[in-house]
């Protein structure tokens, strides 16, 4: 069922919690709705249950307005954090639940609940309560659950908020596959930049109740369309004055900036291939984090983070290092240019900064150049 959103507004009492929003998600489309605390995001959940009802706006699925249709009468399965199981039923009849409330037969709901237990992973768990399962398995069922009315449209609210990180990861690759398998829309909410680009066909990221953008991940992490996205996806740094920065100098002075840390190589003079165009550093601070190297750079009045690999010697703090800032993204009003440093020598990936993947695999390398890089003619655009 394909979903669509126009000029969508929520206010409670003063505050505007969602202002004017426009999106559509195609049907069989497992999508992200990303954003920071406040954005907005779980409230939009809301308004597509029909949990919340719009001041303002549309939302029609599959092309029907489901304005004033109860939720019952959306065709929708919902999944919370918190799972929300019955405690004193067994785990069969949690799943049952929906079915007994449709008036399905018993013979129905006894091949719809065992088809879902195998969907799930849990065969064999059908008698035991919500209480006698770990975190992971109780999701699970909250999953089979909404799923055992055969919704038209999947909604989750942080569905692995409250689980541990190794089984958030298993999970996020199930649900992943077991969406893909149904062919089931489905939207989620999250605030784990990770969580989102690693599952969603496409990512939806509001910043206080206004949409900032949509589109597949890597397109979005790669060309972000305003500032707030390329702060928010990934570990950047705005830069004031880019225009001091070697290689940069055709940059408007006034532009906003912004740096990622697979923009940026740091090492010992004898270790940069484009040493004329590198800034001198000094290192702050060092941190190992298992895969990799964080190291924190004072450059300009301004810190920035590089990440290198686990098994390259790194600089120690207080060292003399050269920084090579490879590309910048410059704002100016409504466009923005992805802007090469002039006096690059070569073609050099920098080093890698292993993280969220880009491109909605587990892990992809940051280092690659986007796809429509510029140099001194993007700036002036």
Do not use: C
């Not at 929520?10 to 954003?35: S, Y």
């Not at 065969?123 to 109780?138: D, H, K, M, V």
């Not at 993947?357 to 280092?367: F, I, L, Q, T, V």
């Amino acid at each position: 069922m394909s979903v669509e959103v126009r000029g969508l507004w929520k206010r409670f009492g003063r505050f505007a919690a969602v202002k004017g929003i426009d999106f559509a998600v195609e049907k069989g489309k497992l999508v992200g709705l990303l954003g920071p605390s406040g954005s907005g995001k779980t409230t939009v959940l809301r308004l597509l249950a029909g949990l919340e009802i719009p001041d303002a706006g549309e939302i029609r699925f599959g092309g029907r307005s489901v304005i004033g249709v109860p939720p019952q009468k959306r065709r929708i399965g919902l999944v919370f954090q918190h799972y929300a199981l019955f405690p004193h039923m067994t785990v069969f009849e949690n799943i049952a639940f929906g079915l007994r409330v449709q008036k399905r037969s018993d013979r129905e709901i006894e091949a719809r609940v065992r088809d879902l237990l195998a969907l799930v992973g849990l065969s064999g768990l059908e008698r035991r309560f919500p209480q006698e399962l770990s975190g992971g398995q109780r999701q699970r069922v909250a999953f089979a659950r909404a799923l055992a009315p055969e919704p038209e449209l999947l909604l989750l609210d942080e569905p692995f908020a409250a689980l541990d990180a190794q089984v958030r990861k298993s999970l996020r690759a199930w649900l992943r596959e077991m969406v893909r398998r149904l062919g089931i829309t489905t939207i989620f909410v999250t605030h784990d930049q990770e969580e989102a680009v690693e599952m969603a066909d496409e990512l939806i990221v509001m910043n206080e109740g206004r949409l900032e953008q949509q589109g597949p991940p890597l397109e979005v992490y790669r060309r972000p369309r305003t500032p707030f996205v390329a702060r928010f996806l990934g570990e950047s740094i705005e830069i004031p004055r880019p225009s001091t920065l070697k290689g940069f100098e055709h940059v408007d002075p006034d532009a906003l900036a912004i740096v990622r840390p697979e923009f940026v190589e740091v090492g010992y003079p004898h270790e940069l291939s484009n040493l004329p165009a590198a800034e001198t550093g000094i290192v702050q601070r060092v941190h190992f984090r298992g895969r990799e190297w964080q190291v924190e750079v004072a450059v300009g009045g301004k810190t920035l983070a590089v990440y290198l690999p686990s098994e390259r010697e790194v600089p120690r703090p207080g060292d003399e290092v050269r920084v090579f800032i490879r590309r910048l993204y410059v704002f100016q009003g409504e466009k923005m240019a992805v802007v090469e440093n002039e006096n690059a020598l070569q073609p050099r990936h920098p080093a890698r900064h292993q993280g969220p993947a880009a491109d909605g695999s587990a892990e992809a390398p940051r280092g690659n150049p986007p796809p429509q890089a510029s140099g001194p003619a993007a700036a002036r655009r």
